[in-house]
């Protein structure tokens, strides 16, 4: 049970990672914002992961605020690409 | 009364991110609370009253497992986009026109899309939803409506209006 | 048990995901796999929590997040492949049709 949750964290830390490699190789910006909206959704996964591992739960708290900071961060980063002021 | 919804429904929310009743916590959930339905009830919906028809609520039900089906049948879609050797894609911008009018059916309807086999919405102009889509199945506007918006509008339409 | 396979099943819609971000040619492409793929993949994961935890605080904890996770995904790829139309991107080489670029003009 443990070693199998090790091995399904192991495998969600590498999927990370290969976000991390389309944000560092993208071509364009978008192409990197996409990377950094995907690993944040990852992110999540994680968190939900270590609270069944370690079963407390306030690494649940923690990915609930994740999810609804990177929400806003990818909104800001919208706002920037389509060349709008942020109180728009 | 629409002051008095928005004050429930964040302190069950509160409620259930605590999970806990005791009375400093409903003390401090109910000062949240009240702070909450003072700044956001200008968003929430003008008709409080549709919240307490039952139907309302049988039709949402039969939506959500019509909506996670489609939603299952659209990962394994990408999935065989994806795994296949060639990459099958055929990807254009199409645009749809909806019948529904109130904003909240129109954010359910484009949220759904989303979720749906190989589209994104990109954005609302007036009547029209412009939709990026992975794989172009046909040009004619009246079929690819009835294939985007078909499965989805008539819920909705019972659900919200 | 059966929180273990849901949270199986999300791995691999997770990786399925994430070959899609690799391997298709352009961002509004990559945007379609990775969008609806992981955000599947992380609901089918927390709905997993919910099994393993049962009626309890975890478990309420993760049942909130689902739909939080669900809408705030879904209105973020809607504001990211329109802020990456404004911005100039062009649609791919196999495109066929493209009906907005009339209608922002």
Redesign the interface.
Known sequence: MTEYLDILLYIQIGLSSICLFRIIRGPTIPDRMVGIDIFGILVVGICAIISVQTEKSFILDIGIAWIILSFIGTLTLAKYLSGKKLNE | MRYVTVFILSLI?WL?????ITLPNLIVGSVASIICSAVFTRFFIKNVYKLLQPHRYYWFIIYLFVFIWE??K??ID??Y???HPA?P???????VRTTLKSDLARTLL??SI??TP?T????I?GD?L?I?W?Y?RS?DPEIYTRMITGAFEKYIKKIIE | MLSLIFITTGIIFNLLGCIGIIRLPDTYNRLQAATKCVTLGCCSILFGVVLHFGLNDAGAKALVAIPILFFGSTVAAHALIRGTYHFGIKLGKKSVKDDYKEAIK
């Open positions: 929310f259930l991110l605590t999970f806990r939603c299952i659209a990962n990408v999935a986009r994806v795994l990459m894609i055929r990807p254009g911008i199409v645009k484009a949220n989303t979720m190989g994104i919405t990109i954005d102009i029209y412009y990026h992975i172009v040009e």
